[in-house]
Every structure is written in structure tokens, then in C-alpha cells.
């Protein structure tokens, strides 16, 4: 069975960086074919995919975020962390981390299952 | 930047079937994925690779694909499929993950 738990504060200041941790269990991170990626959702809003790290230490970001993203992995711990920098009220959110797979005819994968998620508020 | 469009809403009579669609100039080349999401749960993968249903997922859930426009069906809608639906795939290059807007559905 495959769970993941987003961690990491619950507010921050403005401009201030995030650092939210996703660890898991049930897969590895060194099996080929398989990531971790991270999503967000604002309060009534839709889903806004950020990052996501594959098993070959390949990494992909939003090209809209990508300035302010770090996206890395630490597979003897199961953890994935994601940073944010220059936080802003803009990017208050729901923040979740899901299990992603890739195979040779997709391209970015799905993602399944998806963490429980953490809400996260920017605010001085 | 690529996006793929979702209507806001669609409104269905327990039932019947309800057709929530997904447009994107992309999707001849990318898979597209569905996410149900029920208000404060995270999302639910329902349809993956345009039209395969995961382990467990109701067999009235349903995907189909056809030029840039991908389709989620639910057949004979209950009460439990009133959700917020999303559409997943990738940008045109394949290196970049888009979602859909979402579309509410309600059971009348």
C-alpha cells in the first residue's frame, strides 16, 4: 500500500521561503519508472502542478515557478522536499505531494494515490 | 503557456449519464488523466491513459479520446459522483504537467 504525508509549517511571512517535506511509503524512488511530484490548490481553487523528480534524479518544474522551485529526493529516508522561495499571499494553498509513474509511451505520468495534503497560509 | 479547458460546471439527474469534456491542442500526442475531488479530500485518479479505469474505480467511469478533446462519461450518476473533476496531461514537448480548470459536477 502507498501513503505520503506532506509536512512543513502551516504559515509563513511574506517573502520568507517554504520548505515542505513529502515522505512515503509503500515504493522506492530508485525504481525506474517512478517520481513524486507536488501540487497546490488555493482555497476554492484549481489544481496547479509544481514539481516532480523521477527516480533518475530528473527533475521537472513549472515553467511559471520554476525560478523560485527546488525539488529534491532522498531515497534512504523516502522523502521528497520541496523548497519556495519569495513567498507571497498569492501563494496560499493546499499543498499535496502523490506518487507519480511514467512508462515508455507516457510522458509526465499520473499521479496515484495523492497525500492527504497541508494547508499553507503566507501572512505577515 | 498551454492550458487545458474544462467547463465550470455540469449538472446531471441521478441516473442519467453525465459527459464532463477536456480541450487541449496537445492532446492527439499526450495521455490525459481524471481526478475526482470531494470538498476537503484530496484528489482521486479515476481514468488514466485517456480511457484505463485503476483497481477499484466504478465501471460506470469512463474515458474516451478524440482529436484535442478527451471525455470523461459517468453512466447512470448516484448521488456519491457529485465532485469536482479534473483533467491531467502533459504539454506538447512532454516535459511540462497541465491540468485542466475543473468542472463541478452536480446531482440534481
Known amino acids: 500500500q502507498i501513503t505520503l504525508k506532506e509536512s512543513g509549517p502551516t504559515l509563513v511571512k511574506p517573502t520568507q521561503t517554504l520548505t515542505l517535506t513529502c515522505t512515503f511509503s509503500?515504493?522506492?524512488?530508485?525504481?525506474?519508472?517512478?517520481?513524486v511530484g507536488w501540487i497546490r490548490q488555493p482555497p476554492g481553487k484549481a489544481l496547479e502542478w509544481l514539481a516532480l523528480?523521477?527516480?533518475?534524479?530528473?527533475?521537472r518544474y513549472s515553467p511559471s515557478l520554476k525560478s523560485r522551485l527546488t525539488i529534491t529526493k532522498d531515497t534512504s529516508k523516502n522523502q521528497v522536499v520541496l523548497t519556495m522561495t519569495n513567498m507571497d499571499p498569492v501563494d496560499t494553498a493546499t499543498y499535496y505531494c502523490?506518487?507519480?509513474?511514467?512508462?515508455?509511451?507516457?510522458?509526465?505520468?499520473?499521479?496515484?494515490?495523492w497525500g492527504q495534503g497541508t494547508l499553507v497560509t503566507v501572512s505577515s | 503557456s498551454y492550458e487545458l479547458t474544462q467547463p465550470p460546471s455540469v449538472s446531471v439527474s441521478p441516473g442519467q449519464t453525465a459527459r464532463i469534456t477536456c480541450s487541449g491542442d496537445?492532446?492527439?500526442?499526450?495521455?490525459a488523466y481524471w481526478y475526482q475531488q470531494k470538498p476537503g479530500q484530496a484528489p482521486v485518479l479515476v481514468i488514466y491513459?485517456?480511457?484505463e479505469r485503476p483497481s477499484g474505480i466504478p465501471e460506470r467511469f469512463s474515458g474516451s479520446s478524440s482529436g484535442t478533446t478527451v471525455t470523461l462519461t459517468i453512466s447512470g450518476v448516484q448521488a456519491e459522483d457529485e465532485a469536482d473533476y479534473y483533467c491531467?496531461?502533459?504539454?506538447?514537448?512532454?516535459?511540462?504537467?497541465?491540468f485542466g480548470g475543473g468542472t463541478k459536477l452536480t446531482v440534481l
Open positions: 491531467q496531461s502533459a504539454d506538447s514537448s512532454g516535459t511540462s504537467v497541465v
Open positions: 502523490a506518487h507519480n509513474e511514467v512508462s515508455a509511451d507516457t510522458a509526465t505520468g499520473w499521479f496515484d494515490p
Open positions: 491513459k485517456d480511457s
Open positions: 523528480i523521477y527516480w533518475n534524479d530528473d527533475k
Open positions: 509503500g515504493f522506492s524512488l530508485s525504481t525506474s519508472g517512478v517520481g
Open positions: 496537445a492532446l492527439p500526442k499526450q495521455y
